[in-house]
């Protein structure tokens, strides 16, 4: 496997289902997000983890609980959804050389999610 | 209020022209600028950055340039071929100081379709 994969694809859940999205790079790298992309929507980005430790939560529900085991996976655990939660969901990996440096970021084919 | 804003969300180009896809920020922070591109059923695909101390990028049939005043960046494509149809998703980020780096921020995209 190479570069940043998703598991699953495609997924389909109720209200009170639990799930969990799962992400794993191949490329090394130190830092791993997940975004979300609506229909006709910007990509929004929900967790930043670094070196393993989130270090951004842009105000996302606690409905969606993220999870980085170590710097090559990453989780999206996902509790009570709402239908507007449906998405794609898309998970990427960068490498941070430094405080204060902006990088390039690979991203994953992203888990269509629906829920019911 | 968006700050990474692509306003032409199509553009239909006859292949062998050239392809303009624009983007305009509103954020005078941005000093880190990437294109993006995405196929149906794919994540975002890496294509070129270009940082703020540039007013031009070049990658093959691939340019970026970048006009500060105007806050204003643009991706040429030439030739333009019918495998460059796809979504191209402008980002950008700055530099935060006191520790945290700079997260992308995307526009929405704009679906480029080469005709043969």
């Known amino acids: 496997e190479t570069g940043v994969t998703q598991t699953p694809r495609h997924l389909v859940m109720g209200m009170t289902n639990k799930k969990s999205l799962k992400c794993e790079q191949h490329?090394?790298?130190?830092?791993m997000y997940w975004y979300k992309q609506s229909a006709k929507k910007p990509l929004e980005l929900m967790f930043v983890?670094?070196?393993?430790?989130?270090?951004e939560n842009n105000s996302v529900p606690s409905r969606f609980s993220p999870e980085c085991p170590n710097s090559s996976h990453l989780f999206l655990h996902l509790h009570t959804l709402q239908p507007e939660d449906s998405a794609l969901y898309l998970c990427?990996?960068?490498?941070?050389?430094?405080?204060?440096?902006?990088?390039?970021?690979?991203f994953g084919p992203g888990t269509r999610l629906t829920v019911l | 209020d968006q700050q990474v804003k692509q306003n032409s969300p199509s553009l239909s180009v006859q292949e062998g022209r050239i392809s303009i896809l624009n983007c305009d920020y509103t954020?005078?922070?941005?000093?880190?600028f990437l294109w993006y591109k995405k196929y149906p059923a794919e994540g975002p695909t890496f294509l070129i950055s270009?940082?703020?101390?540039?007013d031009k990028n070049e990658d093959g049939r691939f340019t970026v340039f970048l006009n500060k005043s105007a806050k204003h960046l643009s991706l040429h494509i030439v030739p333009s071929q019918p495998g460059d149809s796809a979504v191209y998703f402008c980002?950008?980020?700055?530099?935060?100081?006191?520790?945290?780096?700079?997260?992308?921020?995307f526009g929405k995209g704009t679906k480029l379709s080469v005709k043969p």
């Open positions: 270009i940082s703020s101390i540039k």
């Open positions: 490329l090394g790298h130190n830092a």
């Open positions: 990427a990996s960068s490498q941070r050389p430094g405080t204060g440096f902006t990088d390039t970021q690979y």
């Open positions: 980002a950008a980020s700055a530099k935060k100081y006191g520790g945290s780096q700079g997260n992308l921020i």
């Open positions: 954020n005078s922070m941005f000093d880190y």
């Open positions: 983890y670094s070196l393993e430790e989130r270090v």
